[in-house]
């Protein structure tokens, strides 16, 4: 599975942004789908996941009620809905995929190279 994020860059404070994750070659049928995010000098934070069968979804406390995720299975594109954005939200912001893990812990098995957004 190859894992291409897009949408990053400089935001203001309160602004609102969308992440894209663009998924090719599956192997498996359904996938567990995260974001993580990775400020400087902190480790890498699960924020939120999604499963591509029956679209359940989990967050972390730090972005419930802010963020979204989401699943469109037509473009193999994973989403993140960022809104009310904090400076503290600044990151490097991955996608992950992994085809029986479920959760926000940092054990996916595909990941994405990132992609930056600064809250600013």
């Known amino acids: 599975v190859q894992l291409v994020e897009s949408g990053g860059g400089l935001v203001q404070p309160g602004g609102s942004a969308r992440l894209s994750c663009l998924a090719s070659?599956?192997?498996?049928?359904?996938?567990?789908m995260g974001w993580f995010r990775q400020a400087p000098g902190k480790e890498r934070e699960g924020i939120a996941a999604?499963?591509?069968?029956?679209?359940?979804?989990i967050y972390a406390d730090s972005v419930k009620g802010r963020f979204s995720i989401s699943h469109d299975r037509t473009k193999n594109t994973l989403f993140l809905q960022m809104n009310s954005l904090k400076p503290e939200d600044t990151a490097i912001y991955y996608c992950?995929?992994?085809?029986?893990?479920?959760?926000?812990?940092?054990?996916?098995?595909?990941w994405g190279q990132g992609t930056q957004v600064t809250v600013s």
């Open positions: 070659t599956y192997t498996y049928s359904s996938y567990c």
């Open positions: 999604i499963r591509t069968d029956y679209g359940g979804t």
């Open positions: 992950a995929a992994d085809p029986s893990y479920s959760g926000l812990g940092d054990i996916y098995t595909y």
